[in-house]
């Protein structure tokens, strides 16, 4: 059965301080990836999603990811945090051997960037 | 251009009572997907359609749920005799072609609260 977990209830970093937002995950086949972001009040906005191709993916608002395929992890990044980016952040997984509808999500992290 | 809309925002039931929560997607969008998400935690998926075609709604808990998208665009989940555990928010996401890669646009979501 296809799984996420996100580690960290909770991270906390300093604003211009490089930021790492966990992610792991389980599939049988190969996995389709994606992270999330979720502002007070606001829907889930998409922030970038590993395919196939190149591990390190680029997305929106100056955020990445790398794609580990033997840790199995999928962990989010930025070099420089922003007070800003604090929110709630989803990690996604999708399983190519299951015909690809079904979206598993994990619990959610909240980042919080101190000034 | 309009994102994908969800009304009503908040419903109170009483126990026992039905509920229909309304989706409008993002117009010529293929893909439809509903989630519940259970408060602290991320989406769960419920149902997948692809046009009219329901593919998908091995993520529904019960009978009680249902969801239909008669004409390709509009859905709606309905919850029959409502129970306390059905309490969450409900979000729609569309995708503009197929469920695999694309990106899902989310909707702000129904806040369902049954007493």
């Known amino acids: 059965a296809q799984s996420v977990a996100q580690p960290e209830d909770q991270v906390n970093v300093a604003e211009g301080n490089p930021l790492t937002v966990k992610c792991t995950y389980s599939?049988?086949?190969?996995?389709?990836l994606f992270w999330y972001v979720q502002y007070p009040n606001r829907g889930l906005q998409f922030l970038l999603k590993y395919i196939t191709g190149d591990n390190l993916v680029k997305g929106s608002y100056g955020f990445e990811a790398e794609f580990n395929k033997s840790q199995t992890s999928f962990h989010l990044k930025k070099p420089s945090a922003l007070v800003s980016d604090s929110a709630l952040y989803f990690c996604?997984?999708?399983?190519?051997?299951?015909?690809?509808?079904?979206?598993?999500f994990g619990a959610g992290t909240r980042l919080f960037v101190k000034a | 251009g309009a994102g994908v809309s969800q009304s009503p925002r908040y419903k109170v039931a009483k126990r026992g009572q039905d509920v229909a929560l309304r989706c409008d997607p993002i117009?010529?969008?293929?893909?439809l997907f509903w989630y519940q998400q259970a408060l602290g935690q991320g989406p769960e998926f419920l149902t997948y359609f692809q046009n009219e075609a329901q593919l998908d709604k091995s993520g529904l808990p019960s009978d009680r749920f249902f969801a239909e998208r008669p004409e390709g665009s509009v859905s709606t989940l309905k919850i029959q005799r409502t129970q306390q555990e059905d309490s969450a928010v409900y979000l729609c996401?569309?995708?503009?072609?197929?469920?695999?890669?694309?990106?899902?646009?989310f909707g702000p979501g129904t806040r369902l609260t049954v007493l």
């Open positions: 599939v049988s086949g190969n996995p389709y």
């Open positions: 996604a997984v999708r399983d190519t051997n299951t015909g690809g509808f079904k979206t598993i």
């Open positions: 117009s010529g969008h293929v893909s």
């Open positions: 996401a569309s995708s503009p072609g197929g469920p695999s890669t694309d990106t899902q646009y």
